[in-house]
């Protein structure tokens, strides 16, 4: 089975990005990552990010998905 990934945003009153069970795999979060979804993470521009969480083994991947998607991001 798919490892699955949920998304916490906000860092004062934290809650989970709403997503569909199909967007919650580890290459969907990644691309959302680099596509912007829940900020700029090359400029912190709007970066709403707190962590990213594997359901399953509540691993804490935040870092290991934000270098992954670095790399797919172009530089402006």
């Known amino acids: 089975m798919t490892n699955l990934y949920l998304v916490i945003c906000g860092h004062r ?3 989970v990005a709403e997503r569909n069970l199909k967007d919650m795999g580890r290459e969907e979060t990644i691309r959302d990552l680099a596509r912007g979804e829940w900020g700029n993470l090359m400029t912190g521009d709007r970066v709403s990010l707190s962590s990213i969480i ?3 083994s509540d691993r804490d991947v935040t870092d290991e998905f934000k270098a992954a998607a670095l790399l797919q991001m172009e530089p402006a």
Request: without cysteine.
């Open 13 to 15: 009153e934290p809650y």
């Open 54 to 56: 594997e359901i399953g």
